[in-house]
């Protein structure tokens, strides 16, 4: 059964703007940090962003500070991630993960489910 769903990716020149969703089959969404990865071609997963399950902490790595933003609606199951400014770097295949308690598991790659991943690519 999938759990995690994403959606949202596509194609943008250099300075715009995506939001990537990310529809969660969990229950209780209120229960699970949630997290986004992103994959380059030849190069490991790495960590994006993550929030706490009541969507009151979050944290991200460098390279996106101050552009990308993650936020979840637990009414509705869902988590996003806002990205403006694109950047070429930022192409990728972006990952929505959960895990059960602290959003601190998750930036420490300590997954419990993924999804299967959509697609974001930035033309300069």
């Known amino acids: 059964q999938v759990q995690l769903v994403e959606s949202g990716g596509g194609s943008v020149q250099a300075g715009g703007s995506l939001r990537l969703s990310c529809a969660a089959a969990?229950?209780?969404?209120?229960?699970?940090?949630m997290g986004w990865f992103r994959q380059s071609l030849g190069k490991e997963r790495e960590f994006v962003a993550a929030?706490?399950?009541?969507?009151?902490?979050?944290n991200y790595t460098d390279p996106v500070k101050g552009r990308f933003t993650i936020s979840r609606d637990n009414a509705k199951n869902t988590v996003y991630l806002q990205m403006d400014n694109l950047q070429p770097e930022d192409t990728a295949t972006y990952y929505c993960?959960?895990?059960?308690?602290?959003?601190?598991?998750?930036?420490?790659?300590?997954?419990?489910?993924w999804g299967q991943g959509t697609q974001v690519t930035v033309s300069s």
């Open positions: 929030i706490s399950y009541t969507g009151a902490l979050s």
């Open positions: 969990l229950r209780p969404f209120s229960d699970y940090a």
């Open positions: 993960a959960a895990q059960l308690g602290s959003y601190y598991r998750i930036y420490n790659y300590d997954v419990k489910y």
